[in-house]
């Protein structure tokens, strides 16, 4: 524990001081001797999609730019002048361990640690160069490698050939390529990172798998890294032996991994990896070609068309890659080959059966999850290729959301004599790995209740009562809201000017009686707040988490009877305005900044004007417009605390779209889509960038692309908000949805909800601190619903439902733990319930008729609030817009 939190500490004072901290590390880079040679001499090439420039000495990548713009570089070439360093990777370079046969040790061979001249080789009218890499390897390596840059067919090909020199068999044991693209964001501004710079997401999917390289703007051509021969993507390993500083600025590197056995047998030997590693017998005098080949799509979303023109397999799952157990989901594959055979990891995890063809001829399959975990499907055609598909099996969504509010409102209930900090009660931070409530942290907010790392666990514990209410968890979190939220994280300073503190757990030892804080917690770094810090109210990032719990609790108040009894639903309606209203008066300068959850303030502006709280309605807009107004002056309106950030752009692209700022609703919405990709994978599907918030609120702290923190359930909003808007274009939909069930994937099987989940090859697991998860829960709790649509070939899907046909009837019992929302694309009919449950819909595509069935009434449920988006008239009385329907024993069937 102390060793974890003196690095905790550490790298919090990095990365407070992190423009000081990172403009060292690049003087002390500059300050190397140049070994790269790009003082002599560039060689420029010609393709029909790319302009390549490499360095004539090296012949390592130091341009590559799209022929329609000369403009733009996919590559880092503009600090090619600092990073011409040994140990610096550059697109070209390539790392391999090898060993003799039957011997122990391997050993590691780069061709970017000791900078030498290549000797360049013969070209031709397909080769445009070619250069013998040993000058710049060490002597004893056993094998020959020549590098290509190849012209073929008009597609720019990068090939090695590895020739084994040696008498004796060799066993490659890791053979990687390094993806330098440019994705350092250091010293720019958000218009030049938005201009300049890519970010890059992987499909670890063996011959299928691909890289995928995208502005941060979401426009021009995406980039594809495709494998041309023996370059199946096995493992995406991070290059963290570069010297290029990661910070929240430079994420890192990572290397496509062909061939990974030597890395699993030693520091990756914890970790169950994405695929079977595996190594390469090369006999003597026996030589062996891998190449990849850089294509361009046209955009983001013709990604999956251009793998199919480039003959790729394309596997598509409906409704993503995350399988609840009571949902049988759909698997299309297209490829040119027939299936082979189909093998799963573990053993009976999933079961897989034909389903036929679409019109088109796709091969489609019903996917069902059986053991809880991550599971493995292989997919091997007949000619040889393999694909690998990797799920996450989760229980139903209702006992996933079940189990989460259990856990939260017991294992992390505290309710122990808190004098001091006066956190009790409380949903307090846990660690998991020890099965202990986290009471001290070295980041005074961890413990604190507050900001994202504090105040996850009570947000989250709040938000599940809004789609699965519990009386018992109820009754706690009123406690928790009338004496710990409201009156010590929150107050009031009077005339209504509500604050929100940083932090309730401060570090003053001098102040406080000795032994009030452990002496295994290093509590040096700038993260352990004194108390004027920690009361400090004006982060403005701390307001929407308690805005969102008074809304709740409005909401819960309002159309349900006796679930709540400690206030009346207009006390917490008022909470929610005036904590609203305090964020912008109260911390006004971070206000000016999209915010994590900032579309409650939608909702809440919505729930003001349906209770014709007018003055209070035309308050809150204004201030909002004013906000609204401000993004819309920006080009890329996406600021932050951080240099860059994804989770403003859920606040900016609503209040964008309810004030008709189409333009800036559009470039929000683009630059989510650039960093948040659909591919087969479901730790990558609807995974939304963010890789420093394992610092700020994890347990491994570290700089790392995180799988499912909470920007994807977040930036899921705003992608479906669009998809109801342009219902005939699935992209949106198999985007959004991958990211709201990506937002409760990494649950336990316990109900416990960690930070997220570590992409590192080294662990590949859960986070064991539940940190800022709750913000991501926010999410999910917002936003889960059914979707409905009909796609010209794959016919009929359902996303959050089981969908049958019988005749002209497409029918749809829900599975999703809210069972409160359902879109039908084909009507552009979004039904939503302030109270009740769907049990079931039915859409007749001949009379184009519409039956919901809900669910029998409750103790607390008596009545369902219905709200259409049409104007639809039922034979019921209507409260607040939403028709009042008063529930029977049993289920009660209504015909639209």
């Known amino acids: 524990m102390k060793n974890i939190n003196f690095r905790i500490g550490l790298l919090l004072f990095v990365i407070g001081t992190t423009n000081i901290q990172a403009q060292d590390y690049w003087t002390r880079i500059e300050k190397k001797e140049p070994t790269l040679g790009i003082a002599e001499i560039y060689q420029k090439y010609n393709t029909p999609s790319f302009q390549l420039k490499l360095v004539k000495a090296s012949q390592t990548v130091a341009g590559l730019r799209p022929v329609k713009n000369l403009n733009f570089d996919f590559t880092p070439g503009d600090r090619l002048e600092i990073r011409d360093k040994d140990g610096l990777y550059h697109l070209g370079d ?33 080769i445009l160069a070619a250069a013998d890499l040993a000058n710049t390897l060490p002597g004893d390596i056993p094998v020959i490698i020549k590098r290509y840059y190849e012209n073929d067919g008009g597609q720019l090909v990068l090939r090695f050939e590895i020739t084994n020199k040696s008498d004796k ?48 703007s979401g426009e021009g051509p995406a980039l594809l890294v495709l494998p041309k021969e023996n370059m199946n993507f096995e493992a995406y390993r991070p290059l963290n032996d570069d010297p290029t500083p990661r910070s929240i600025v430079f994420e890192g590197f990572h290397e496509w991994m062909v061939y990974s056995k030597a890395y699993a047998e030693n520091e990756w030997k914890d970790a169950k990896q994405w695929n079977v590693p595996t190594s390469l017998i090369l006999k003597p005098k026996e030589s062996k070609n891998f190449s990849l080949k850089l294509v361009l799509s046209e955009g983001i979303e013709a990604i999956q068309n251009t793998l199919v023109t480039e003959n790729l397999p394309v596997a598509t799952s409906v409704p993503g890659y995350v399988l609840p157990q009571d949902v049988k989901s759909q698997l299309f594959l297209n490829y040119k080959s027939e299936v082979s055979f189909f093998e799963v990891e573990p053993k009976g995890a999933i079961e897989i059966k034909e ?15 059986v053991k809880w975990g991550r599971a493995r499907l292989t997919v091997t055609y007949k000619d040889g290729m393999k694909q690998t598909v990797n799920y996450k099996v989760i229980k139903p969504e209702t006992e996933v959301i079940k189990d989460f509010g259990h856990f939260l409102t017991n294992e992390q209930w505290f309710d122990q004599p808190d004098p001091i900090f006066k956190r009790n009660p409380s949903v307090i931070s846990y660690d998991y790995e ?31 009562q809004l789609i699965q209410p519990d009386k018992e968890e109820i009754k706690k979190l009123e406690k928790f809201v009338n004496t ?131 003055d209070m309605a035309l308050n809150l807009e204004a201030k909002m417009k004013d906000r609204a107004n401000h993004w819309r002056a920006l080009e890329y309106p996406f600021g932050s605390e951080m240099p860059w950030d994804s989770t403003g752009q859920e606040e900016v692209y609503m209040w964008s779209d309810y004030f008709g700022y189409d333009e800036k609703a559009e470039v929000t919405l683009n630059a989510i889509l650039a960093y948040m990709p659909t591919m087969p994978h479901w730790a990558y599907n609807g995974n939304a960038r963010r890789y420093w918030d394992f610092l700020y609120g994890g347990k491994l702290a570290r700089v790392e692309r995180q799988i499912h923190h909470y920007g994807s359930s977040l930036n899921a909003i705003p992608v479906l908000k669009q998809y109801r808007k342009k219902s005939d274009d699935l ?98 009919l979004w039904l939503t319930l302030d109270a009740g449950t769907f049990e079931k819909v039915s859409y007749n595509t001949k009379t184009d008729e519409v039956s919901i069935t809900l669910n029998p009434a409750n103790e607390f449920t008596p009545n369902a609030y219905l709200r259409i988006n049409k104007d639809i008239t039922l034979p019921y009385t209507k409260e607040r817009g939403a028709y009042e329907i008063p529930l029977q024993k049993k289920s009660l069937t209504i015909k639209l």
Request: a positive charge; proline letters at 3%.
């Open 484 to 614: 710990t939220l409201w009156g010590n994280i929150q107050y009031n300073e009077g005339k209504n000017k509500y604050g929100v503190k940083k932090s309730v757990f401060y570090y003053e030892p001098d102040s406080l009686p000795k032994g009030t804080y452990s002496k295994d917690i290093d509590y040096s770094s700038w993260a352990a707040w004194k108390v004027k810090e920690a009361n400090d109210p004006g982060r403005s990032y701390n307001y929407p988490h308690a805005a969102a719990a008074y809304w709740t609790m409005y909401r819960l108040a309002r159309y349900n009877k006796g679930l709540v009894d400690s206030n009346t639903w207009d006390w917490y309606l008022k909470q929610a305005y005036y904590t609203s209203i305090a964020m912008v008066e109260q911390a006004p300068y971070y206000a000016q900044f999209g915010q994590m959850e900032g579309s409650v303030f939608l909702f809440l502006l919505d729930d003001l004007k349906t209770e014709k709280f007018t």
């Open 434 to 464: 020890t099965k202990k409530q986290l009471t001290q942290d070295s980041r005074a907010w961890v413990a604190g209740l507050s900001d994202e790392g504090g105040a996850g666990g009570w947000l989250a514990a709040i938000m599940k």
């Open 731 to 828: 992209y949106l939909l198999k985007v959004g949805y991958g990211g709201l069930l990506g937002g409760i994937s990494n649950i336990t099987e316990d109900g416990f909800g960690p930070a997220a989940f570590h992409s590192y090859p080294t662990e590949l697991r859960m986070d064991y601190l539940s940190g800022d998860y709750g913000s991501g829960f926010y999410g999910y709790a917002v936003n889960t619903a059914t979707y409905i649509t009909k796609e010209d070939d794959l016919g009929w899907l359902a996303f959050g439902g089981n969908l049958t046909t019988k005749g002209d009837v497409v029918e749809i019992q829900l599975t999703t733990a809210a069972k409160s929302k359902v879109f039908i694309s084909q009507k552009q």
């Open 355 to 369: 389903n036929g063809r679409t019109p088109k001829g796709l091969k489609k399959y019903i996917v069902s999850g």
């Open 169 to 216: 068999n060799i066993e490659i044991g890791a053979l990687g390529i390094p993806m330098v693209f440019n994705n350092i964001l250091e010293g720019k501004s958000l218009n030049e990172t938005h201009a300049q710079n890519v970010f890059f997401d992987p499909y670890i999917g063996m011959g299928a798998g691909y890289l995928e390289v995208k502005r941060l």
């Open 94 to 126: 390539i790392n391999l361990r090898i060993r003799e046969v039957n011997t122990s040790d391997w050993k590691s061979y780069s061709t970017a640690a000791k900078r030498r001249a290549i000797t360049a080789l013969p070209t031709s009218d397909k």
